[in-house]
């Protein structure tokens, strides 16, 4: 199977953005929800704390330490995407692309943010 260094590039910037996508955004925190406790925890200020962690055993705790570790679910990601690419190819390039620009548009707005320009 061939794929270029563009693609190559490109599909690693859609799996790193589909995994932050799962792991960190609040807009999937519903995907998450189901296999996560909230705990709450007073620090030293007495101010309130929330902390997600995973559910204990089973399956429920094994997609909650899964979605809990970015490096985890990127490797199933990276699967997913692929596989998509080899028996769904019409749906595999928008979605990278797009999954792409996202993930290159939030590396530029945090360099961006960190050199504190706009």
Do not use: H
């Not at 061939?2 to 807009?27: C, G, K, N, P």
């Not at 998509?84 to 530029?108: D, E, F, T």
Request: with cysteine.
């Amino acid at each position: 199977m061939d794929i270029s260094w563009l693609e190559f590039i490109i599909f690693s910037m859609a799996v790193f953005r589909l995994t932050r996508l799962l792991v960190y955004d609040q807009i999937t925190e519903w995907i998450r929800s189901p296999f996560m406790d909230e705990y709450e925890e007073k620090n030293d200020e007495g101010e309130t704390e929330t902390y997600l962690l995973p559910k204990e055993g089973g399956v429920r705790g094994w997609f909650g330490n899964l979605l809990s570790c970015f490096w985890c679910t990127g490797i199933w990601m990276a699967i997913g995407l692929f596989v998509i690419r080899l028996y769904v190819p019409v749906v595999y390039k928008p979605v990278v692309i797009v999954l792409a620009a996202a993930g290159l548009a939030a590396i530029v707005e945090t360099w961006i943010q960190s050199k504190n320009i706009g």
